[in-house]
């Protein structure tokens, strides 16, 4: 009984600890406005925000939705490409030897000259370009993390399965995959936030005005501070929606691997 306690409370203080440090930041951000007189186009206060993200929720509401709809598109096609490659550079050294400089090479990509070309190819009335904008940012983490999980998995269980005639095919998926497990959810926890950031920032290039990043543009191209800044958060919960998510996907994996 006491250790479940114990376990209650330390997870009450895991939750409660970034609260109340959320609750600090938010009313030293609208002391420090109110004090000092920032103007709104430098910094608007939490309350002006909240003001402008209570008419426009539906509007903020929408905006995820199709932002989300091209995250998780493009994270779902980054990450099994990812983990394909990956597997194949985990048998294969010239395969290695391929994937690796392009998967340092994708990571350096700059969005702010790949999203414009995307756009020129496939048409600005088409969420391709945003999509695969999110694809490309997700495979570096997911790959690096896939091929050093691959590479972790311990010879001895290789050599057994070799034992009892088993395929490359069949050691793969009994025993080089399941062991790299925590490794692809490490990769896609990464890939999960920074996918939403990549949506977000692809969206400034034109395109469709559905999203979220075209929003926060054009309110403050319109002097909206305080609606871009709503729009901002609506970007901030999409993120930590995603996180989460794959957070639950890899303690579900882990918890039937385990059982």
């Excluded at 709503?230 to 996180?243: D, E, H, K, R």
């Amino acid at each position: 009984m006491s250790g479940r306690l114990a376990g209650a409370g330390a997870g009450a203080r895991k939750v409660l600890a970034p609260l109340v440090l959320g609750v600090l930041v938010l009313i030293g951000w609208q002391q420090l406005v109110t004090v000092t007189g920032i103007k709104p186009y430098l910094l608007p206060s939490p309350t002006a925000i909240w003001d402008q993200l209570v008419q426009i929720v539906p509007l903020v509401v929408s905006a995820a939705l199709a932002t989300g709809a091209n995250v998780l598109v493009g994270l779902l096609l980054g990450a099994v490409l990812a983990i394909a490659a990956a597997i194949g550079a985990a048998r294969t050294r010239w395969f290695d030897a391929l994937m690796s400089p392009t998967a340092a090479a994708l990571s350096v990509m700059p969005i702010v000259a790949l999203a414009p070309a995307l756009n020129t190819m496939f048409g600005t009335t088409s969420t391709t370009p945003r999509r695969l904008v999110v694809a490309v940012v997700v495979f570096a983490p997911v790959f690096v993390n896939t091929l050093r999980g691959l590479r972790q998995v311990q010879p001895v269980h290789r050599d057994l399965m070799r034992a009892y005639a088993a395929t490359p095919a069949q050691v793969t998926r009994t025993v080089t995959i399941p062991g790299a497990l925590p490794y692809v959810f490490t990769g896609l926890r990464i890939a999960s936030s920074t996918g939403v950031i990549a949506a977000v920032v692809a969206e400034y290039f034109g395109g469709l005005q559905n999203g979220l990043g075209s929003r926060i543009t054009s309110a403050a191209a319109n002097s909206g501070y305080a609606r871009a800044w709503a729009f901002v958060l609506g970007a901030i919960v999409l993120g930590l929606v995603f996180y989460l998510a794959t957070l639950t996907a890899e303690r579900v994996a882990l918890a039937r691997q385990g059982g």
